[in-house]
């Protein structure tokens, strides 16, 4: 067997998968696999969404190729759709899809300027989740100078397309930037670690929001649940809705959180305190999802 050295090209050309998902009946595993590249002007990222067996771990290409960068991949309630977000279309511009498990062609559900992320699909199966940073106006004016802080900024807010209706709406205030969400496992709360500010820099002092999913319309709010000196990130919710967990700690960044379990009632105020649920661990907790059993969380 011939051997050479290890070349950066052979680190370009790897394809690493990514943000998997199991299906409702524990099947099937959705993922996304791309190369591992930094995008540029000459070069896009390119991704595609593949399917395993959980039994034979036979996989399968689902949706995507070489030009498109398609993730984000999330089951329906009754497992018998994947809502995922692409560019195919417009390269810069990211959209909602949905497809049927079974086969047949992917259905474009949003016509937006700007970039679809972060999905989650409503208990129901009647609506999707997402982050977006733009406008439904058609009269907005144009991005303005990026080198110009705040200067007209586009919050990120989490919006609601629901598949009956065809209709969009913001279920989170025009006011506050979200930076990550959670949904509440009946559906009627969102979590939100969020800023009143879009900015990079606002993650460090963003602060933990509930909103009412049930009585949102073009107009909700949010309330602030406590009042945290530390950066936070990972909100998850108690099977009961009752409560959120999430991660604090003095040395995160955005997308990199480390430190202590968390958790606050759904029904405080910014008066309430956070309780550390893992004053005495010798490790350092990266991310965690409360189950029925409890928090499982990962940690090094």
Not at 13 to 28: A, E, I, K, Q, Y
Not at 166 to 180: F, K
Not at 216 to 237: E, H, K, V
Request: glycine share 8%; with cysteine; aromatic share 10%.
């Amino acid at each position: 067997m011939s051997t050479r050295p290890f070349t950066p090209d052979d680190l370009v050309n790897f394809r690493v998968p990514f943000d998997p998902r199991l299906s409702p009946d524990g099947t099937l595993i959705a993922f996304g696999q791309g190369g591992t590249c930094k995008a540029d002007k000459d070069a896009s990222f390119h991704a595609a969404i593949y399917l395993a067996d959980v039994a034979t771990g036979a996989v399968r290409l689902f949706a995507g190729n070489d030009q498109s960068d398609d993730k984000n991949a999330r089951w329906s309630p009754d497992g018998q759709r994947i809502a995922f977000t692409s560019n195919r279309i417009n390269k810069s511009e990211p959209q909602l899809y949905l497809i049927e498990l079974h086969g047949g062609e992917a259905q474009k559900l949003t016509d937006l300027r700007g970039s679809v992320d972060d999905l989650t699909w409503r208990p129901d199966g009647r609506a999707i989740l997402f982050t977006y940073s733009g406008t439904l106006d058609k009269d907005a004016p144009k991005d303005p100078d990026p080198m110009v802080r705040d200067a007209d900024p586009h919050f990120t807010r989490v919006w609601q397309f629901e598949l009956g209706t065809q209709q969009l709406h913001a279920l989170t205030p025009a006011d506050l930037n979200v930076y990550e969400y959670a949904l509440s496992p009946d559906g009627r709360t969102l979590a939100l670690v969020a800023a009143p500010e879009a900015s990079n820099e606002a993650w460090y002092f963003a602060q933990l929001y509930a909103v009412d999913t049930v009585n949102a319309d073009n107009d909700p709010s949010a309330r602030q649940l406590c009042q945290m000196t530390l950066q936070i990130g990972l909100p998850t919710f108690s099977p009961d809705s009752q409560q959120i967990a999430f991660i604090a700690s003095v040395l995160s960044d955005q997308g990199y959180v480390g430190g202590d379990i968390f958790s606050v009632s759904t029904a405080g105020h910014v008066d309430q305190q956070a309780r550390n649920l893992t004053p005495e661990l010798d490790h350092t907790v990266t991310w965690c999802a409360w189950q029925p059993q409890g928090i499982l969380y990962g940690a090094r």
